[in-house]
């Protein structure tokens, strides 16, 4: 059973850990946090740290968080942040992208697929994201593909 007081409260701790004058505190901050993106608590800390004013690898390491999750939520946060991102910004999250999904195929074709619905949404900002998120995954050739 989930401890959703104590989800709240984990979440809280890395969203303080995430303002920090540190880039590495706030870099690992943006990593764990990932792993709680399906709670609103914490969208407004991931993507401050998707958008880090202090240091872009703060930016690639979220991402990277997010991306690894390989689901809705975290291409989600990741569109929206990409949706206002600077073209610096951007490259870093379309570097942790490459990362993440220049592999296996099949993970690059269903965040792909799951692009394709956010840029249909009716969230116009996820939906702008995700068709730029979009762009960026269909240049990416993974290795590996099925037999």
Known sequence: ???????????????????????????????????????????????????????????????????????????????????????NHADYIHTAAFDVFSIFSDDLDEALRLCEELSDGTDDRVARGARRLQKGLAEIDPVLRPA
């Open 1 to 87: 059973m989930v401890d959703s007081d104590l989800r709240r409260a984990v979440v809280a701790t890395l969203g303080e850990l995430g303002r920090s004058g540190d880039w590495r505190d706030r870099a690992d901050a943006g990593h764990s946090l990932a792993g709680f993106a399906e709670m609103q608590e914490a969208v407004e800390p991931l993507l401050r740290l998707l958008l880090d004013s202090g240091d872009t690898f703060v930016t690639r390491r979220t991402a990277e968080g997010l991306l690894r999750r390989k689901d809705r939520a975290g291409l989600t946060m990741v569109a929206s942040a990409l949706a206002v991102a600077n073209d």
